[in-house]
């Protein structure tokens, strides 16, 4: 049973940082991708980065370009996603997730698990 577990959420005020952790158990994940993705009330689920376990490779929203930075530490089974410059309009509920099939995408319907979400809120 694949598990995702996010963490680091919380309230932070514009312009400040905070670092999301995902972390996941229950197989291996070298050929898994990994994404991150976030909902605010009363709007749809959205992406915001991915990365593969292997290799370098990363994928942003423009909305979070240059601001934020997905990572992993494959020896702890860990994504992470390095928010700065964080503003109001980042507020929402960030989801893990991971593809079986290591494509990075950014549409939901790509990802086969999904953790329960850590709440970030950015004051003004």
């Known amino acids: 049973q694949v598990q995702l577990v996010e963490s680091g959420g919380g309230l932070v005020q514009a312009g400040g940082s905070l670092r999301l952790s995902c972390a996941a158990s229950?197989?291996?994940?070298?050929?898994?991708?990994m994404g991150w993705f976030r909902q605010a009330p009363g709007k749809e689920r959205e992406f915001v980065a991915a990365?593969?376990?292997?290799?370098?490779?990363?994928y942003y929203a423009n909305s979070v370009k240059g601001r934020f930075t997905i990572s992993r530490d494959n020896a702890k089974n860990t994504v992470y996603l390095q928010m700065n410059s964080l503003k109001p309009e980042d507020t929402a509920v960030y989801y893990c997730?991971?593809?079986?099939?290591?494509?990075?995408?950014?549409?939901?319907?790509?990802?086969?698990?999904w953790g329960q979400g850590t709440q970030v809120t950015v004051s003004s």
């Open positions: 229950g197989r291996t994940f070298s050929s898994y991708a």
């Open positions: 990365c593969t376990w292997v290799g370098a490779s990363t």
């Open positions: 997730a991971a593809d079986r099939q290591g494509r990075i995408a950014p549409l939901p319907s790509f990802y086969d698990y």
